[in-house]
Every structure is written in C-alpha cells, then in structure tokens.
C-alpha cells in the first residue's frame, strides 16, 4: 500500500481558472472534489498542495481508493478504431459526404469532433452549475471544518441519438447525480 508521500510524488494533472474577481480556482484532475481558491496563482498553488495532501489522507484514512494520474505514455493511440454501423447508416453517411465533396473519413472525423465539443461543453456547464450547489470546503483560519463530500460528481453520458445522422442535432443525455446517504 502506498502511503501518502508516495501519492504526492505522483504527476497529478493540477487545471487553473483564473475567476473574474481576480482569484484563481484550482483543482486536481484526478481527484473529485480536491480543489481551492487562491488571490494569486502562486497561493493557488501553495493551497492546492495542501488539499490534495489532505484529500488523500482522509481517503488513506477511510481505506478509499485513491485515483492515480494516467501517464501520456501509458496508451499509445494509433488514430484508428473500427466502428460498425448499419448499411443504411453507412449509405447516409457516403451520400452525404459525397454531397459535401469530402472523404467519409473526413465527414466522420468532423461529426465526432463536433459532438465531442458538444459534450464537452455540456459537461463544463454542467460542472459550473453543480458547483454552485454542491458544499465547497470552510476554511477558518489554520483550522479547516470537515464537510461530507460526495464520492463521485454528476456526469454527462449520451443517452442516445437521432438513428439517421444528420437528420438532427438534438442529443439527449441523462446525468447521475449520487443520492447523498441520508442515514446517520
């Protein structure tokens, strides 16, 4: 088991905001829920050390697993993949491209690449609304309050798709948010 020197030798992915009153909002990727708030980046960073030694202590503490950050080289990706889709699909799809004067691939490449963003962009509002009413760490000087943190945020996930592509732009999605155990 490795203890909490070890995971703080780890390269966690560390992401600023930089907020429109000046401060700077931190957080580590890989840990839900470890983030702060600093005056100056300098001090964003100094208080985000902290919290993620703190965050992996109470995990340490309560025998939680702890996420560990994804080394760049650890997935090689080649840029291909397979997908099947349905002949239909596949005819849409090359009338399309065809219409457009472009490769399959190419149409193919732009309408993930669009969706992608799409998610992306849903899952950050989505991230900024939770935020705004999920509990947010009190610091009272050196001394800091403990708070129930849920163990995993709310996620975006594609529900599904209009079966003819192209022929909408609507996506659905459902979000999990974890119930909070009510039970003491």
Not at 108 to 115: A, D, I
Request: aromatic share 6%.
């Amino acid at each position: 088991m490795k203890s909490l020197e070890d995971y703080l030798k780890l390269p966690y992915t560390i992401e600023t905001k930089k907020e429109s009153d000046g401060s700077y909002f931190i957080k580590v990727k890989e840990l839900p829920g470890c983030m702060s708030v600093g005056e100056s980046i300098e001090e964003a960073y100094a208080m985000i050390e902290d919290a993620k030694a703190d965050w992996i202590q109470s995990c340490l503490d309560d025998g939680r697993v702890i996420p560990e950050p994804e080394e760049d080289d650890a997935k090689a990706y080649s840029g291909k993949f397979m997908v099947r889709i349905s002949p239909i699909q596949h005819r849409e799809l090359s009338d399309t491209a065809e219409e457009y004067g472009v490769s399959l691939n190419h149409l193919v490449t732009e309408m993930l690449s669009q969706g992608n963003g799409i998610m992306k962009s849903q899952q950050k509002t989505l991230d900024q609304l939770l935020s705004k009413v999920s509990p947010i760490p009190v610091m009272t000087g050196e001394r800091r309050v403990p708070i129930e943190m849920p163990t995993m945020g709310a996620k975006w996930a594609p529900l599904a798709a209009s079966s003819r592509p192209g022929s909408s732009k609507t996506l659905l999605a459902k979000v999990h948010v974890p119930r909070r155990n009510t039970t003491r």
